[in-house]
């Protein structure tokens, strides 16, 4: 069976649980405190030596870790992942995208609102909301005319993206003047299958 080592309120976590959902695809999961140093014991630096959430176990023992990577894993030969290979090139783009121009920002405010860490980071929160503002300006104005992010079709860029701009209010961005992207969040939301974050996995280790 599966096993994903994983933090409930992470993002990146969550995008791996709603594919594993969507796939129907059953796994153990053990939720790690990574607040209070639970992905820096000896026994997880073995199994990833980054010391980073998510890590999936495949059956066979072997370990993936990057949130992205594992997406790409669980998808190829899925209708997450097109047949194209123009398109699967668009997907990747949009995952590059994801965690080089949109996570570091909005996600990261999200953890420091949630953490109550804001005041140690007052420095640093200009430039990355601006930037997090503008990573929402790009999605936005490429889902002026497209329902999906690529092929038309919900894919894992969309999934990848959905994760942390579907709480980007926890990080303190407001998403409602942006009709585009929250028409765009509501279409991930009633894919089939479709887990929210706060839906934790059956089968916890």
Same mark, same amino acid.
Request: proline fraction near 4%.
């Given at each position: 069976?599966?096993? #994903? ?5 992470? =993002? ?10 969507? #796939?129907?695809?059953?796994? =153990? ?34 370990? #993936? ?16 992942? &097109?047949?194209?290979?123009? @398109? ?51 999605? @936005? ?29 926890? =990080? =303190? ?27 934790? &996995? &059956?089968?916890?280790?």
């Amino acid at each position: 069976m599966l096993r #994903l080592y994983d933090f409930h309120e992470s =993002g990146n976590g969550y995008k791996v649980r709603l594919l594993l959902a969507q #796939l129907g695809l059953d796994y =153990g999961w053990t939720d790690l405190d990574i607040m209070h140093g639970a992905s820096r014991t000896p026994e997880f630096l073995r199994l990833n030596p980054n010391g980073r959430i998510p890590l999936l176990v495949l059956e066979d023992g072997r370990t #993936l870790a990057e949130s992205n990577a594992i997406l790409f894993h669980l998808a190829r030969d899925t209708a997450f992942w &097109p047949e194209d290979p123009f @398109e699967q090139a668009r997907v990747l783009q949009w995952m590059f995208f994801e965690q080089y121009s949109h996570e570091p920002y909005i996600a990261v405010l999200r953890h420091w609102h949630l953490a109550g860490t804001l005041d140690d980071h007052r420095h640093e929160l200009e430039d990355r909301r601006a930037r997090g503002e503008a990573a929402l300006d790009v999605m @936005e104005c490429h889902l002026e005319d497209h329902a999906f992010f690529v092929g038309e079709r919900y894919s894992i860029a969309d999934i990848a993206l959905y994760a942390y701009t579907h709480v980007a209010e926890e =990080g =303190g961005f407001d998403l409602s003047s942006r009709s585009v992207l929250r028409a765009w969040l509501e279409r991930v939301a009633a894919q089939p299958d479709h887990v929210s974050i706060t839906d934790l &996995p &059956p089968r916890q280790l």
